[in-house]
């Protein structure tokens, strides 16, 4: 009796286990199916989402990423996807740099959305990119549906995800519990509950190729390219050629310092300091560089409103070609300005490529 009471016990024992097993693989099942179509279903990129990129929380506090956010109180819920950095040199520019070079209003979201993805364009491999999503039920609206008036539930959770670019895909990370509505303007949040992501790669190995403009593997130092040869001068025209036709939306770097190069040789000439050229041979570099600068302004600053910070033809309120930049500056006179236009006659700078057409958009040229 007693040990067919001791069988029993034992089969008794061995069917609750089997049960618990598969309770705990059915379980396990779920969850992963639960994660699987978390990641799978998540399009965080879609246009639909995208409201501009933003650089500032608020009036006070001043992002150190990239992020964009969006709310939808009855089925999307609310989510920031952040940018963050790879290398020390990209989390020094966003979080010490960025404002320094790019002045506009706060509330300018315009300009700012602009100038961050002229910045982010092509160049996704350099950022660990971030989604914090908290779905609409931990969502307290009772304040009313935006983002000043929402506040989160006590028992809110956000999901957390790293954008995969191998599969193109959101790969969940964590749940974790939260008590203060993203978006997180530092970069210490991701570090911190990520370390992973503080492994930063050298600037000199992370692959730049999609950034694939002129000042990519190198900076033209723009006083190279006039010089003065047993009295002669020496054009280097091929690298005038090459930053006409390899500048574009993401770089103007380079045509913004010819300008800047001329601008202080006129001012040098005007307070009567010491430069390397006549008159003549000013006159002829000036030709040379409005006929490939202005191009570049027209096309990109002018009528497209690309704005590319300090390294620009101005602020991003409105700068100037050099052509007009020659006369709202002063730094040539009237006179000045004969003798110019009457070398460029004389000389046949006409021919060159560009210069007269940019020289009948201005308001001085007749």
């Known amino acids: 009796m007693a040990i067919r009471l001791n069988k029993i016990i034992i089969l008794v024992s061995i069917a609750l286990l089997l049960i618990s097993c598969k309770d705990d693989a059915k379980k396990r099942t779920i969850n992963a199916h639960d994660t699987e179509k978390i990641t799978s279903e998540n399009h965080f990129f879609d246009k639909k989402y995208f409201q501009g990129y933003l650089m500032s929380v608020d009036e006070s506090t001043h992002a150190e990423h990239p992020f964009f956010s969006y709310l939808d109180c009855e089925k999307e819920g609310y989510f920031s996807v952040h940018f963050i950095p790879k290398t ?93 509505l993203p978006p997180y303007a530092d970069n210490e949040f991701f570090f911190n509950r990520l370390p992973s992501v503080r492994i930063l790669a050298s600037d000199e190995n992370i692959d730049l190729q999609k950034n694939n403009s002129l000042e990519n593997n190198k900076v033209i130092d723009v006083e190279d390219i006039f010089r003065t040869d047993d009295d002669k001068l020496i054009i280097e025209e091929n690298v005038l050629i090459e930053i006409l036709n390899k500048s574009n939306v993401d770089q103007g770097k380079s045509a913004s310092l010819l300008n800047s190069y001329i601008l202080k040789l006129l001012l040098k000439r005007k307070n009567k300091e010491k430069i390397s050229f006549t008159d003549e041979k000013l006159f002829k570099i000036i030709a040379y560089t409005i006929d490939t600068t202005d191009p570049i302004y027209y096309k990109y600053f002018d009528s497209k409103g690309v704005y590319w910070g300090k390294y620009s033809f101005g602020d991003s309120k409105g700068g100037a070609s050099l052509s007009e930049a020659l006369i709202l500056s002063k730094l040539l006179s009237e006179e000045d300005i004969d003798n110019m236009t009457t070398q460029f006659k004389e000389n046949n700078y006409y021919n060159l490529k560009n210069l007269k057409e940019m020289l009948k958009k201005t308001s001085w040229f007749e």
């Open 88 to 180: 020390e040199k990209l989390i020094s520019f966003w979080r010490d740099k960025y404002f320094e070079e790019n002045k506009y209003e706060y509330d300018d979201l315009k300009t700012e959305n602009r100038i961050v993805n002229q910045l982010l364009n092509g160049k996704y491999n350099l950022y660990n990119i971030f989604c914090i999503q908290v779905t609409k039920n931990f969502l307290d609206t009772s304040n009313g549906c935006t983002e000043e008036s929402i506040n989160l539930k006590n028992d809110a959770k956000a999901n957390i995800f790293l954008y995969n670019y191998n599969t193109k895909q959101w790969d969940f990370q964590e749940n974790t519990k939260i008590n203060t």
